[in-house]
C-alpha cells in the first residue's frame, strides 16, 4: 500500500514515470499524464480527542512458522499444486490460504492466526498508517482499547467474517461516537478495518503470488494486496527491541500488487516504493480495464524473480519492470481495507469535489473486501 512519508513523499506521485507496457489491457490517457500530484493536503488538529493519544502497541507475535500448503479446499476442491508462471516456469504451491475458517479459541470461527497476524509491527503505527492520513484502525476480535472505559464491548471491533464457506469478508465500519474514547478514536479517525499480514509467519523470496477478491465500490474504500520487505538477519534476539525491528522492517521495497479506490472502479493501479537512488524503467501505473472491477471476482498476481517483476490481472499481463536491487530479499503478504488517506482526498480535490481524507461515503457501510485465496509458488 502506498505509504506516504517525510522519508518518501517525493517517491510518490499518481504518475510519476511513464509505463513499460506489456499487450493491449493497459490504457494510459494523456489526461492522466497530466494528473501530476495534487497540493498536500493540510490537516487540522483533531479537537475531538485531543487529550487522546495513539491506542497502546499491543503485544507483537514472535514468528510461528506457517503450516505447509493445503491440497484441498474444506468443501474438498483440489487447489493447483503446480502453476506455469507468465514467463513461462513451472512452479509448486508454497503457502495459501484458501479463508476456510478455523475454529479460535473461543470456539468461533476465525482467520487462520498461524498464517496471518492483523497489525503492522511498528510502534504507534500498528494499527493505521499515520503518513498516509488513513481514517481507519486495523482492529481484531482481541482489541479492547482501554478495556477500563465499557468493559463489555470490549471485542467487538471484529473486522473479519465468514459469509459463506472459502471466502473471508474483511468490513469497514465506523464506530459509534460513544465509543471513540475507549478505542482511541476521534472524528479524522473514527472507523474499523482489517489488515491481514504474514510477517513474522511466512515470508518469502521469489516467486508466484496470486490472490483473488471481490472489491468494495464505496468512495473512500482503498483495497490493497501488497508486499513489504523483511530481513529476520537483522531482528537480533528479541524481535520486540524496536531498533532491531526497524532494521529488518525499514520501509522500502514495497511491491502494490493492486490498489484500488472505490470511487473510480474502472481501473486499479500498482507500484513498487524504492529505496533512496534506486532506478527501474517502471514503477507506478494505472490499469483502466473499461468495466467496473468491483462487479465481480478478479484475480490479480506478480510474478517475481532476480531479473524482472510482472504484473497480471486475470491472467493477463499488463505491465513489468526490472527488479531493483533492493527487492532481492524475503518479503512479506499483506491484504488490508483501508478507509480515506491522503491519495483519496488529492483524488477528490483533482475532481473538484473537496474531501478531507476522512471524509467518506460512510452511509454506505459497511464495505466489505471478499477475499477468496491468497497463493504463493516457487
Not at 61 to 78: F, H, Y
Not at 169 to 198: H, N
Amino acid at each position: 500500500m502506498t505509504f506516504i512519508s517525510a522519508k518518501n513523499t517525493s517517491q510518490f506521485s499518481p504518475i510519476r514515470t511513464p509505463l513499460f507496457v506489456v499487450g493491449t489491457s493497459l490504457l494510459l490517457s494523456a489526461g492522466l499524464m497530466a494528473a501530476e500530484t495534487q497540493p498536500p493536503v493540510t490537516v487540522p488538529a483533531d479537537t475531538t480527542t485531543a487529550a487522546i493519544e495513539a491506542p497502546p502497541k499491543p503485544a507483537w507475535v514472535i514468528t510461528q512458522t506457517a503450516p505447509p500448503p493445503s491440497k484441498t479446499t474444506a468443501d474438498g476442491t483440489p487447489v493447483p499444486q503446480t502453476v506455469t508462471s507468465p514467463s513461462g516456469k513451472q512452479l509448486t504451491l508454497k503457502f495459501n490460504d484458501e479463508f476456510d475458517a478455523v475454529t479460535d479459541k473461543d470456539g468461533q470461527p476465525y482467520i487462520d492466526r498461524t498464517k496471518w497476524q492483523t497489525t503492522f509491527w511498528q510502534g504507534s503505527s500498528q494499527r493505521t498508517l499515520w503518513g498516509n492520513i488513513e481514517a481507519q484502525y486495523y482492529t481484531d476480535k482481541d482489541y479492547a482499547g482501554d478495556w477500563k472505559i465499557m468493559p463489555e464491548k470490549n471485542g467487538v471491533l471484529n473486522p473479519f467474517s465468514f459469509n459463506k464457506p472459502g471466502n473471508l469478508t474483511i468490513s469497514a465500519t465506523k464506530v459509534p461516537q460513544e465509543l471513540w474514547k475507549k478505542f482511541y478514536m476521534g472524528e479524522q479517525r473514527c472507523f474499523s478495518s482489517g489488515l491481514l499480514i504474514s510477517d513474522q509467519r511466512f515470508d518469502f523470496q521469489y516467486g508466484y503470488i496470486e490472490g483473488r477478491f471481490k472489491l468494495p465500490a464505496n468512495r473512500g474504500a482503498w483495497p490493497a494486496f501488497w508486499l513489504l520487505g523483511n530481513d529476520p538477519t537483522k531482528m537480533g534476539d528479541d524481535p520486540k527491541e524496536p531498533n532491531l525491528a526497524a532494521a529488518a522492517h525499514e520501509w522500502g521495497p514495497e511491491v502494490d500488487i493492486f490498489e484500488f479506490f472505490g470511487h473510480r472502479p474502472n481501473k486499479h493501479s500498482a507500484g513498487l516504493i524504492l529505496r533512496k537512488g534506486e532506478k527501474t524503467n517502471w514503477k507506478f501505473g494505472f490499469n483502466e480495464v473499461g468495466y467496473d472491477i468491483s462487479q465481480d471476482y478478479h484475480t490479480w498476481g506478480l510474478e517475481w524473480n532476480a531479473d524482472n517483476m510482472i504484473l497480471t490481472m486475470d491472467g493477463k499481463v499488463w505491465a513489468q519492470t526490472n527488479t531493483p536491487d533492493s527487492f532481492k530479499r524475503p518479503m512479506y503478504l499483506l491484504v488490508n481495507l483501508a478507509v480515506g488517506g491522503q491519495w483519496y482526498s488529492q483524488e477528490m480535490s483533482a475532481a473538484k469535489t473537496l474531501a478531507k481524507p476522512w471524509e467518506v461515503d460512510e452511509t454506505s457501510m459497511p464495505w466489505t473486501m471478499d477475499c477468496d485465496y491468497v497463493r504463493v509458488y516457487q
